[in-house]
């Protein structure tokens, strides 16, 4: 049985990344391909060729066409072969696998579980990403060499980030401050606010503060496996509402996984902020300081990847923080065991 939820939509490029040309990642386990029509919409794929299996990520694209770069095949977006070079009958039976793809949030999704279920309303959305008064600045596609899990549980987790980010995203003064854990349905939210002290490096960057503010964290997780970080500060004594922090400074950075295999990751990443929003400069310098953080972030997590595969047992060892993370996990496993028994059944 698989060990990923498949009916569900998951990133596989930045829709800037077809601008080279198809692009080929494995999704869940399998070879998918995606390219740009020369219509202008976007096709997914598998992405190995019917006759001798070579990835379709390697051709080049033929009008609405992706074309194979050993022999010539053509297919197009439904996975119909097209064209065959020097034969003019095509078997029917000369196609490669579709999946549904959408665009969003200036990625392409794909949807990996049963093409019926594809339902566009299911796509996760973040208002301000399309709102003038906010800017959007995104990171480079980035590998890591960990299962997805394991990023979800660093990103529902506060308590790590004045450890591993001092000098950009925390500080000491919140190592001590004890976090918040709610579920609602199947989102997941941890919280913190540290009230009436400095703060923390990556704000003074960007803007003159004089004295002390009020912070917060808000890590939510949608299933199963999109992250948003809502973290802003704001005067001393202010509300805690989403509205009074809309009052505040205010950055959405979110985090969109695809699993790759049972131990490597696709990871999209974005943020959103609502200040100095047509400032490219500010949209640059946000985005190398995130890279900096986040690669200090994929170093920790590719080692504990690596130590657990080593030991060959998952940790036991539990602590407060861990709510959050273990509530996430429980989500996705019943998701996990309602889609194996449908299967089981279907297949009875």
């Not at 039976?93 to 579709?98: C, L, T």
């Not at 480079?140 to 000098?167: G, K, W």
């Not at 540290?194 to 299933?223: A, C, H, S």
Request: with cysteine.
């Amino acid at each position: 049985m698989s060990e990923f939820v498949r009916n569900s939509w998951y990133p596989i490029a930045w829709l800037d990344e077809l601008d080279d040309g198809p692009v080929g990642r494995r999704l869940l386990g399998e070879p998918v391909m995606v390219f740009r029509t020369g219509e202008g919409s976007v096709a997914a794929l598998e992405d190995r060729c019917a006759h001798k299996f070579l990835p379709l990520s390697k051709g080049r694209v033929r009008g609405d066409c992706i074309e194979c770069g050993y022999h010539g095949l053509q297919y197009d977006a439904t996975g119909a072969c097209r064209k065959i070079p020097g034969q003019k009958l095509i078997p029917g039976n000369i196609r490669v696998r579709a999946y549904p793809v959408a665009e969003r949030l200036g990625l392409v999704w794909v949807w990996t579980g049963e093409p019926e279920q594809a339902d566009e309303e299911l796509l996760f959305d973040l208002p301000p990403y399309r709102n003038p008064g906010w800017g959007v600045n995104h990171g480079p596609y980035t590998h890591v060499a960990a299962h997805y899990q394991q990023l979800t549980d660093n990103l529902l987790d506060p308590a790590h980030v004045s450890f591993v980010h001092p000098s950009s995203l925390g500080s000491a003064e919140m190592e001590d401050i004890p976090v918040e854990t709610k579920q609602v349905g199947g989102i997941v939210e941890v919280n913190r606010w540290t009230l009436d002290r400095p703060p923390v490096p990556i704000f003074e960057q960007f803007m003159k503060i004089n004295g002390n503010v009020d912070r917060w964290q808000y890590y939510f997780f949608y299933p199963p496996a999109i992250n948003v970080v809502d973290f802003g500060i704001g005067p001393v004594g202010m509300g805690h509402s989403d509205t009074d922090r809309e009052r505040g400074t205010r950055i959405f950075s979110c985090h969109y996984l695809a699993p790759e295999t049972e131990s490597s990751t696709h990871y999209f990443w974005m943020q959103v902020r609502n200040f100095e929003p047509e400032d490219s400069s500010v949209s640059e310098r946000m985005t190398e300081q995130f890279v900096m953080a986040f690669e200090e972030d994929r170093e920790i997590l590719e080692a504990v990847q690596r130590s657990q595969d080593e030991a060959g047992v998952k940790p036991t060892v539990r602590l407060a923080i861990d709510n959050g993370p273990n509530r996430s996990r429980r989500i996705v496993d019943k998701m996990l065991r309602t889609e194996q028994a449908a299967a089981a059944a279907a297949a009875e």
